[in-house]
């Protein structure tokens, strides 16, 4: 059973074009979440969000668009690529952080590797 | 300067040596210090994790602490082939309810050689 699922695996498209990538978990968490890996490996937080509502949103351009459907699904929309877009972007759930509770583990998706040409 | 400071590597070792892998941070609110592994074109996985300062020992893995000198550390024991993989130091800012974002270190990469 796939905990946090991603499709596209790969996504290799031009410069200029519009791409979406799909998010899904299937754990029951409240929080899912966006990160961005460059080639270097640096992992980056880009968005988060609790049960449909925007948390996060860790100054990335506004070509980037999630959109939460439900709590259990977190797409990304990208606008007008560029090559800089070029990156491996995963996504993650975890539960809610309690309050007082320890720390709540969060899941990554194998991840969508996008190349822009 | 980032936030989590962390060697990228990458490091080799033969099997069997014993690994140390090091992060700094600046962020003296950070109370949550993990460590994921990523093997080679797969998502991070958490490995362990450990709050405020100390050990916390699980199997051949211990993962150190020194709120002080704001560094951590994860020790590998009998290094294994397995082992090979991408290691990531992170931290979670838990100062507000439902915005729990990791901050991630460069992580480093490391092989174990048969």
């Known amino acids: 059973d796939t905990a946090v699922s991603q499709t596209p695996k790969y996504l290799v498209t031009q410069m200029g074009n519009d791409k979406s990538i799909k998010c899904e978990q299937n754990?029951?968490?409240?929080?899912m979440y966006w990160y961005k890996q460059d080639s270097k490996k640096f992992l980056k937080i880009m968005f988060s969000?609790?049960?449909?509502?925007?948390?996060i949103n860790e100054t990335v351009p506004n070509r980037f668009s999630p959109k939460s459907p439900d709590k259990a699904h977190l797409n990304l929309h990208i606008n007008s690529l560029e090559l800089g877009d070029s990156a491996v972007y995963f996504c993650?759930?975890?539960?809610?952080?309690?309050?007082?509770?320890?720390?709540?583990?969060?899941?990554f998706g194998p991840g969508t590797r996008l190349t822009v040409l | 300067q980032k936030e989590v400071e962390q060697d990228p590597g990458p490091l080799s070792v033969p099997e069997g040596a014993i690994v140390s892998l090091n992060c700094t941070y600046s962020?003296?609110?950070?109370?949550?210090f993990m460590w994921y592994r990523q093997y080679s074109r797969k998502g991070p996985e958490l490995l362990m994790y450990?709050?405020?300062?100390g050990n916390k020992e699980d199997g051949r893995f211990t993962a150190q602490v020194d709120k002080s000198s704001k560094y951590i550390s994860l020790f590998i024991r009998d290094s294994q082939p397995s082992d090979s993989a991408t290691y990531l130091c992170?931290?979670?800012?838990?100062?507000?309810?439902?915005?729990?974002?990791?901050?991630f270190g460069t992580g480093t990469r490391l092989t174990i050689i048969p």
């Open positions: 993650a759930s975890s539960q809610a952080w309690a309050s007082g509770g320890s720390y709540n583990e969060q899941f």
């Open positions: 754990l029951g968490h409240d929080t």
């Open positions: 969000y609790n049960n449909k509502e925007l948390i």
């Open positions: 962020n003296s609110a950070f109370q949550y």
């Open positions: 450990t709050y405020s300062s």
């Open positions: 992170a931290m979670p800012d838990i100062s507000n309810f439902g915005n729990e974002k990791l901050t």
